[in-house]
């Protein structure tokens, strides 16, 4: 079965950078995107950007570009994004979502979400 | 960009039908048949119940439904039952520049 498992809950202060890892299973790794997608406390969801996991390419909206890298190591079948520049509007509880394929723009698989906190 | 517009909370007895709208413009709802609906039980991951405005995944119950009418996309969740209490997000496809637009979600609460 399909299991995406992300890392553990994050505390950081403003200005610093953080990791957030999702290790996939159960289908072939480099046959769907990811994308990430973060929920900000009672709030609702917004996309952050999809890596291709065959090839690495990289999609980010405007709103993120030059503050978000997503990297893949299909060694481990594990996607990452960094945040750096933190401030605290961007604590969240950030997930990994598979790409439905197909060109079919929905999200069929989630992690189970890593809260990043942001705080001096 | 602007998130789709979507009511903050519908409530109904069981086995009634709610119906949740999702609107949006003429760049990602009206654009695109690329709307998608989460459900989301409190603490949990969002769980795809709708693509492509009225496709069920496998395994999602058929009293889910889906529709598009403009700008504006609905769930409607018919014979209400007690798990169907969740918050439910809609999602479109907006095109190369922005992508993706969430609405804020919406409480449904079964009576």
């Known amino acids: 079965q399909v299991q995406l498992v992300q890392s553990g809950a994050e505390v950081k202060k403003p200005g610093a950078s953080v990791k957030v890892s999702c290790k996939a299973s159960?289908?072939?790794?480099?046959?769907?995107?990811m994308h990430w997608v973060r929920q900000a406390p009672g709030q609702g969801l917004e996309w952050m950007g999809i890596i291709n996991p065959s090839t690495g390419f990289t999609t980010y909206p405007h709103k993120f570009q030059g503050r978000v890298t997503m990297t893949r190591d299909t060694s481990t079948n594990t996607v990452y994004m960094e945040l750096s520049s933190l401030g605290s509007d961007d604590t969240a509880v950030y997930f990994c979502?598979?790409?439905?394929?197909?060109?079919?723009?929905?999200?069929?698989?989630w992690g189970q979400g890593t809260l990043v906190s942001v705080f001096s | 960009q602007s998130a789709l517009t979507q009511p903050r909370s519908v409530s109904g007895s069981p086995g009634q039908s709610v119906t949740i709208s999702c609107t949006g413009t003429?760049?990602?709802?009206?654009?695109?048949?690329?709307v998608s609906w989460y459900q989301q039980h409190p603490g949990k991951a969002p769980k795809l119940i709708i693509y492509?405005?009225?496709v069920r995944p496998s395994g999602v119950p058929d009293r889910f439904s889906g529709s598009k009418s403009g700008n504006t996309a609905s769930l409607t969740i018919s014979g209400l039952q007690a798990e169907d209490e969740a918050d439910y997000f809609c999602c479109s496809y907006a095109g190369t520049f922005t992508f993706y637009v969430f609405g804020r979600g919406t409480k449904v609460t079964v009576l």
């Open positions: 492509d405005v009225t």
């Open positions: 003429s760049n990602d709802v009206g654009d695109y048949n690329s």
């Open positions: 979502a598979r790409d439905l394929g197909q060109w079919r723009h929905a999200f069929d698989f």
């Open positions: 159960g289908y072939t790794f480099t046959n769907y995107q």
